[in-house]
């Protein structure tokens, strides 16, 4: 199927100032300068990946999906437009807001404003980040994920599953129901949450470093009012990482350590989607059941690194040789 990657979000708000303020001291994404009835924020190569605009109806989002090429988007369109759903093909002024070459707009059957582009433009400068972070993991993964909380879950299933190519890495069905879908090897680009109603829940960046998420957990401490919680590694995407308040009711989660996924492993089905350890505050928030309360000690896995982001300790341990011969 066509959709690579989550390439970026827009946000309907007026709130530009304090959402300016955010994404770069806070979050450590690069300002960009653009129309003064928007912001927009680089946290890589690319022109743009995250823009806060007043023209997006406030409370609601833009989810750009991104495509291969103009080829890959005109057969994602006229899929759409085979099931039913109303695709706009996007004129050339809003391409260019956008940062892209081309693009559609459409609805999931929750009423998000979906667009699939192709092209995006990379800045002629390399990306500075606003705090002192090592940088932020989007390449082939894309900018992030995003949970989505829908009133009808299958019809939203059914939507980015079957027509959009995107696959189940793990869901639950009690006492939540929960579906967490991939389009590359993040563990989820999307998580589709079933709740009385539609909203966007947070937008996941993840860092380089450990230390990235810990230090922009301590800068926190001087506004814990935008605590929503405190560090934890979930259990299925293995992400440790805390989430904040932003200027609109969407939250951030701040990650670094996420899993790989492929195609070859079956969906699991999973019992709780309590955190290993953390994330205080989370599934209160959520108003998750008591049973979704962390299981405090009972279940842990290796951490997810990649390429140059650790050193091999060079000793042997006997102990923990015959610890791993025995799991
Ligand atoms: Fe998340």
Not at 155 to 162: E, M, T, V
Request: aromatic letters at 10%.
């Amino acid at each position: 199927m066509e959709i690579q990657a989550f390439g970026y979000l827009g946000v309907g708000s007026s709130d530009l100032d304090d959402w300016a303020a955010f994404a770069t001291s806070t979050v450590g994404m690069q300002p960009v300068d653009r129309a003064s009835s928007m912001r927009a924020f680089r946290m890589d190569d690319r022109k743009q990946r995250l823009f806060i605009d007043r023209a997006i109806e406030p409370g609601t989002q833009v989810f750009g999906w991104e495509v291969a090429n103009a080829a890959a988007l005109d057969q994602l369109a006229a899929r759409l437009e085979a099931a039913g759903v109303a695709v706009k093909r996007e004129p050339a002024n809003l391409a260019d807001q956008r940062c892209v070459a081309g693009l559609i707009s459409f609805a999931d059957p929750a009423g998000n404003r979906l667009e699939a582009f192709h092209g995006a433009q990379i800045a002629d400068a390399p990306f500075k980040p606003s705090r002192d972070i090592s940088g932020f993991r989007t390449g082939p993964q894309g900018m992030g994920h995003t949970l989505l909380t829908v009133p009808d879950i299958d019809a939203a299933l059914a939507f980015y599953k079957d027509l959009l190519g995107f696959r189940i890495s793990d869901f639950i069905v009690a006492p939540l129901k929960a579906y967490f879908l991939h389009v590359n090897p993040r563990h989820h680009s999307v998580a589709l949450v079933a709740a009385p109603v539609r909203s966007m829940h947070h937008l996941l960046v993840e860092y380089y470093l450990l230390d990235d998420v810990g230090q922009g957990f301590d800068l926190l401490q001087n506004a814990p009012e935008k605590i929503v919680s405190t560090i934890g590694r979930h259990s299925n995407d293995l992400m440790t990482s805390y989430y904040m308040r932003t200027p609109s009711e969407i939250y951030v989660e701040c990650g670094w350590g996420g899993k790989d996924v492929d195609d070859a492993t079956p969906p699991a089905e999973m019992a709780s989607v309590a955190s290993f350890w953390g994330h205080k505050g989370l599934f209160e928030d959520i108003g998750a059941p008591p049973s979704a309360a962390p299981e405090v000690g009972s279940r842990r896995a290796p951490v997810q690194v990649i390429e140059g982001n650790y050193n091999r300790m060079a000793g042997v341990c006997q102990w923990w040789d015959e610890a791993r011969r025995n799991r």
